[in-house]
């Protein structure tokens, strides 16, 4: 009874957290969604895209197999394979505040801020056009 | 001064001269090599190499592109690199041989098709996929001999081609292909028998929208209600409000797929054909106590679970094929996953990032679904597969059926899974 009413409490305070605008509104994005839209390079992103661009956001996928060990961001894909995947829209790279990569096959549910749109390495290819800043893993 | 022919002719060729050049500019993009030193060329085409075999996965397909719009120079070093044989192409990587056709080099394209042929090359489907995006006249032949191929992405390449070659006397090989084991392959076919004019073929499209079949949790039907809504909207030039991200259930959804089949029924002209089971989509939902993904790329891919309740063998994804086994069977491969995976204490994951790969799912006696990953590159790993693996990949092969069979999920299963399990890991 005390915990049922406690969990009430901190629903309602995280209520009014969120209408007070203290705490986010958290998103939750299908990887399926992000991986499907149609995109090309120069092409604009679309608006529902967009419009998640600073936002909080949560999604759920797989470390892409070829993630190095003790890195401070990894490629997040919808399978653990990876393997097929050639496509920019097929990968949102997870950057990680605080820590490092540890490999594991399971299955990540993430939450942090989205950012959309191309970011080019210093040789002016696209690296990513979904990113996700987490806290730590 | 009077008009002279000759100089007429000049005008003319240099105009032609000019405007080849200039839509050629355009294709080439910022990579054209004109103006460049041999120098510089050349250490952009080996830098260029290295990123698409090396670099990360979302660069590597535009270094290959950036390849390729080097022309000449680039299809002189990677044909130097392949070999008369292909035998470089192995090293070059997937990223590069997908680009090769691109040069439009006979030489080249002659390399393509051959190391199509060697079953053991790693890279057939990119292979595939570039000689389809170029197909060229007289390759029908070819391409139809592709359509049988064990690789599923060598069939949706050929698919590709023959659409490009407008092969429409291949309509019944490619209608073939609508009972196809993978359900991309089907839909690839459903759509070129469409562009042909067989507007029955839909059918199976719009059944996929009603798919919601999963891998333990990979969302595979869900991922072919995206790929059948692209194509119908293609096809039929209207989404009709679906949304691939909702379950076919939905209210909304609802409405859109009646509005859907109607439109794909008016295109079919009131021919509305049966589905083979294959291509329906699944109504049962079992559940998954054991699983095998297994993914070479020369021997193919397999998805096999083992459902405790039932004494189940699921084989395949969608509609999958389910094989009876022995009552306690089940119970006991649990209990031998149990006690191997055990002695792996934390480790879940094995090898080096590739395209090979071999996952052992378990879903414990607590409830919790534990993954355990093997990948690897193009080149053999001789032990890659931990011991404890190893006994319970042989242990799970031992229950496979090795009959041949009608159905080619089922066909000499035990054989053909073998040999990519040890196509990934080893010998077992």
């Not at chain 1, 797989?62 to 050639?86: K, P, R, V």
């Not at chain 2, 509305?272 to 998954?288: E, H, K, M, S, V």
Request: aromatic fraction near 6%; hydrophobic fraction near 45%.
């Amino acid at each position: 009874m005390v915990k049922t009413q406690l969990l009430h409490a901190c629903g309602l305070l995280g209520l009014v957290l969120c209408s007070s605008g203290l705490a986010p509104e958290v998103h939750e994005v299908s990887m399926l969604r992000l991986n499907n839209i149609e995109f090309e390079v120069g092409d604009e992103l679309p608006d529902w895209v967009l419009a998640l661009d600073g936002e909080t956001v949560q999604l759920s996928g797989y470390m892409q197999s070829e993630t190095l060990e003790g890195e401070s961001w990894f490629d997040l894909t919808n399978d653990s394979c990876g393997c097929g995947t050639s496509k920019l829209q097929h990968f949102v790279r997870v950057i990680i505040e605080d820590g490092t990569t540890t490999f594991t096959p399971s299955e990540l549910e993430l939450e942090g801020v989205f950012s959309a749109g191309e970011e080019f390495d210093e040789d002016e290819f696209i690296e990513s056009i979904f990113r996700l800043t987490i806290d730590s893993l | 001064m009077g008009w002279r022919p000759a100089a007429g002719w000049f005008l003319v060729f240099s105009f032609l001269a000019l405007t080849a050049g200039m839509a050629r500019g355009s294709a080439l993009s910022s990579e054209e090599p004109q103006g460049q030193s041999r120098d510089a060329i050349a250490a952009k085409i080996e830098k260029y190499l290295k990123l698409a075999r090396t670099g990360r996965a979302a660069v590597r397909p535009q270094a290959a592109r950036r390849l390729s719009q080097l022309g000449a120079p680039a299809a002189a070093r990677i044909a130097s690199l392949a070999g008369a044989q292909g035998q470089g192409l192995v090293d070059l990587g997937p990223h590069v041989v997908e680009i090769v056709a691109d040069f439009g080099e006979a030489e080249l394209r002659g390399v393509l098709w051959r190391v199509l042929l060697d079953l053991d090359f790693p890279w057939r489907g990119p292979a595939a996929r570039s000689l389809a995006r170029t197909a060229e006249e007289g390759e029908v032949q070819r391409f139809a001999a592709c359509l049988g191929d064990h690789i599923w992405q060598v069939r949706h390449a050929a698919l590709d081609g023959l659409q490009l070659l407008d092969a429409r006397d291949l309509q019944d090989e490619v209608r073939a292909l609508l009972r196809d084991c993978d359900g991309s392959v089907r839909r690839a076919a459903a759509a070129l028998l469409d562009a042909w004019g067989d507007g029955a073929a839909l059918r199976f499209l719009v059944e996929d929208l009603k798919r919601e079949d999963r891998y333990f949790r990979l969302p595979l039907g869900a991922q072919a209600r995206f790929d059948a809504a692209r194509i119908l909207k293609q096809r039929l030039g209207d989404d009709f409000g679906f949304d691939p991200g909702l379950a076919p259930g939905e209210a909304a959804n609802r409405e859109a797929l009646q509005a859907i089949e109607v439109a794909a029924r008016k295109r079919a002209q009131g021919r509305w054909p049966a589905l083979p089971a294959i291509a329906r989509a699944a109504t049962n939902r079992i559940g998954n106590t054991i699983g095998l993904e297994l993914r070479s790329c020369r021997r193919g891919e397999f998805y096999l679970r083992w459902n405790e309740a039932q004494d189940l063998l699921i084989v395949g994804t969608g509609n999958a094929a389910l094989v009876p086994l022995e009552s306690g069977l089940v119970a006991r491969l649990k209990a031998a996953c149990e006690e191997h995976l055990a002695a792996l204490g934390e480790t879940r994951f094995w090898g080096a990032s590739g395209c090979d790969l071999e996952q052992f799912r378990f879903v414990d006696s607590a409830g919790e679904l534990r993954a355990y990953l093997l990948t690897k590159g193009q080149k053999s790993v001789g032990d890659l597969r931990p011991l404890a693996l190893d006994r319970l990949a042989r242990l799970l092969l031992e229950s496979l059926p090795d009959a041949p069979s009608a159905d080619p999920r089922l066909d000499r299963l035990k054989s053909r899974a073998r040999a990519a399990l040890e196509a990934v890991g080893g010998d077992l």
